[in-house]
C-alpha cells in the first residue's frame, strides 16, 4: 500500500547567519556536534538539538524504507517562520528554505513533495512568494496558527488564502507562538497543552470568521489532528447556540457544518482518539502525518493504525487517498 506521510519536517544542513546580516533579531542558526547532531540556537540561546535525519534526505528514505513508507511531504520547522521580522527579511529566509525544499523534490520526485514558507506578516511579499513557489513546483503552504498573534481571520490574511485558492495551492496549519507559553514552562506544557488549543483557534477563528464560506476551494489541512477542535466541537458548538452576540457575529453557520470539509492529519497517539475523528470527519479527509523527527511525532511511522482494526479502505484513505485528494496529486506519480 502507498503510504504518505504528509506532516514532516526538514532543514538545511547549514543556515546562514541571518542575525549578523540584518543587524537583529533571534534567527535560528545550527551549531554542529561531532557526534552528528547539531544544536538549533536562537538568538545565541539553545533551543532544540537535532539529529541528522533533520537534514540529510538519504537518511530519511531509509528510516521510511523501515516502515514501508516512500513519501515525505516536507516543510519547514515552525520556529522558522521568523514572522516577528521585517516582510524583506523574512521573505529572504523563506525564499532559502523553500529553494533548498524545492532542489530536494527535484532530486527526489518519487521520496519527496514540497510546502513553502511564506512571509505572512507582508500581504504582498507573501503572494509574491506564493506565485514563485507555485512556479517552482510546490504544492502547498505550511503556515502558523496565528501570525504574531494575530488571528488567521484576520483581515490582511484573507488575500493570501484567497491567492492560495486561485493557486490552487493546499494549506497546512501548524500550532506555534503558543498561548500562555511564558507562564507554562514546566512540564513542556506550551506542547502538551498549547499546541492543541493554538490549532482549535486556528480552526474556529478560522470558521468564525468565514473564510470557508467566502473561500469553499480553499483546501486546509489542520496539524495534530486538528488540536483540541473535534475533541471540543460539543462545547464550540454550544457555545455558538447559546451565545450567537458573541459567536456568530461574522459566520451564522453552525462550526459542526465544516467537519469534513476541511482535513486533519492522524497524528494522535491514541487509536479511540482517532476512530472518533474518523467518524466525525470520514477517513477521506484523515491523512497519514506524523510530525517526524520529532519526539512527538508518530516515529513508529503509522504502526498504531496498521496494527488496529480500522478496516483497510479506511486506511487506504489515511495513507494515501485523503493526502492526494489534499494537494490535488495523482497515484501514477510515485509510480503506482
Not at 500500500?1 to 543587524?23: C, Q, R, V
Not at 496539524?223 to 475533541?231: Q, V
Not at 493504525?305 to 490535488?328: C, P, R, V, Y
Amino acid at each position: 500500500m502507498l503510504k504518505i506521510d504528509m506532516h514532516t519536517h526538514i532543514i538545511p544542513k547549514n543556515l546562514p547567519d541571518w542575525t549578523s546580516k540584518f543587524g537583529y533579531g533571534d534567527f535560528i542558526f545550527l551549531e554542529h556536534n561531532n557526534d552528528n547532531s547539531a544544536d538549533m540556537m536562537q538568538g545565541g540561546k539553545f533551543f532544540r538539538r537535532i539529529q541528522e535525519n533533520c537534514w540529510d534526505e538519504k537518511i530519511r528514505i531509509d528510516e521510511y524504507a523501515n516502515f514501508n513508507t516512500t513519501v515525505q511531504v516536507v516543510c519547514t520547522i515552525p520556529v522558522l517562520f521568523s514572522y516577528w521580522a521585517s516582510g524583506k527579511d523574512c521573505l529572504e529566509t523563506s525564499k532559502f528554505l523553500n529553494d533548498h525544499i524545492s532542489d530536494l523534490v527535484a532530486r527526489f520526485p518519487k521520496n519527496y513533495i514540497g510546502l513553502g514558507t511564506i512571509p505572512m506578516q507582508d500581504t504582498k511579499l507573501a503572494i509574491q512568494e506564493l506565485e514563485r513557489i507555485k512556479k517552482n513546483g510546490m504544492v502547498g503552504i505550511q503556515i502558523g496558527s496565528n501570525i504574531n498573534n494575530r488571528n488567521l481571520n484576520e483581515e490582511e490574511f484573507f488575500p493570501i488564502f484567497e491567492a492560495c485558492e486561485k493557486l490552487d495551492l493546499a494549506v497546512l496549519i501548524h500550532p506555534w507562538q503558543m498561548m500562555g507559553e511564558d507562564d507554562m514552562k514546566k512540564y513542556w506544557l506550551p506542547w502538551l497543552v498549547g499546541m492543541p488549543a493554538e490549532t482549535s483557534r486556528a480552526a474556529c477563528s478560522m470558521i468564525f470568521g468565514g473564510i470557508f464560506e467566502k473561500l469553499p476551494k480553499l483546501r486546509v489541512c489542520y496539524a495534530h489532528a486538528g488540536g483540541s477542535f473535534l475533541p471540543t466541537i460539543g462545547r464550540i458548538e454550544h457555545g455558538f447556540n447559546c451565545r450567537p452576540d458573541l459567536v456568530a457575529i461574522d459566520n451564522p453557520i453552525n462550526p459542526r457544518d465544516y467537519i469534513g470539509k476541511f482535513w486533519v492529519d492522524s497524528a494522535t497517539h491514541d487509536i479511540d482518539l482517532l476512530k472518533y475523528i474518523l467518524k466525525l470527519q470520514g477517513s477521506s479527509k484523515v491523512c497519514f502525518g506524523t510530525d517526524y523527527p520529532f519526539p512527538l511525532g508518530d516515529l513508529e511511522i503509522g504502526k498504531f493504525i496498521e496494527q488496529s482494526d480500522i478496516s483497510l479502505l479506511d486506511q487506504e484513505n489515511i495513507f494515501h487517498n485523503a493526502t492526494l485528494a489534499w494537494l490535488k496529486l495523482d497515484k501514477k506519480s510515485f509510480g503506482l
